[in-house]
């Protein structure tokens, strides 16, 4: 199955520029970020089995923590778009 990628901010800037990936069927969200980034970006996405507050990660504009989070199952056709929150202040 192919999904859609789009990353913004630092996501993109280290490596993420693949805009359709090719996944098995019935993938998982965390198999689509596992072959989209490498570990030590996955590393700032993914935090302790969950999806990190670094990042708003959407599956077809939805929220992914709201559709079951890393374990979302992904159809073809599907776009994920990955946002880095900005802290400061």
Not at 18 to 41: C, G, P, W
Not at 55 to 75: P, Q, S
């Amino acid at each position: 199955m192919r999904v859609k990628t789009k990353t913004l901010g630092w996501l993109r800037q280290n490596g993420a520029n693949q805009e359709v990936v090719e996944l098995d069927d019935r993938a998982t969200l965390i198999k689509a970020l596992r072959t989209v980034f490498n570990q030590s970006v996955l590393e700032r996405i993914v935090r302790n089995g969950r999806i990190s507050n670094q990042v708003i990660v959407l599956v077809n504009g939805v929220d992914a923590n709201l559709i079951g989070g890393l374990d979302a199952e992904l159809k073809d056709g599907d776009e994920l778009t990955l946002i880095p929150v900005v802290h400061g202040g």
